[in-house]
């Protein structure tokens, strides 16, 4: 199995920054694909940025596209979201995901961590 623990979320003014972390440990490797999905209040879970594998290609929504910022430390098995110019509308449980190499299929999730951003 893969546990995801997920931090850095919090209370942001809009204009701000904000990092989050995921730790991954278990079955997972450098060639797992790792991202990160969001949900706000009332709304489905939204697709935010994802990694195919190490070094692989990354994927962002539209709405987060030259904002969001997805990397890894594969020797740390931490991924990371740097996130700038925030937004009230990137309000959201955000969790971090993961699954097969190469897919955005997340079979692992985290148990979330919360970003308000406040206008």
């Known amino acids: 199995q893969v546990q995801l623990v997920e931090s850095g979320g919090g209370l942001v003014q809009v204009g701000g920054s904000l990092r989050l972390s995921c730790a991954a440990s278990g079955r997972t490797d450098s060639r797992s694909a790792m991202g990160w999905v969001r949900q706000a209040p009332g709304k489905e879970r939204e697709f935010v940025a994802g990694v195919t594998w190490s070094e692989g290609p990354t994927s962002y929504a539209d709405s987060v596209k030259g904002r969001f910022t997805i990397s890894r430390d594969n020797a740390k098995n931490t991924v990371y979201l740097q996130m700038n110019s925030l937004r009230p509308e990137d309000t959201a449980v955000y969790y971090c995901?993961?699954?097969?190499?190469?897919?955005?299929?997340?079979?692992?999730w985290g148990q979330g961590t919360q970003v308000t951003v406040s206008s």
């Open positions: 995901a993961a699954g097969p190499s190469g897919s955005r299929k997340y079979l692992y």
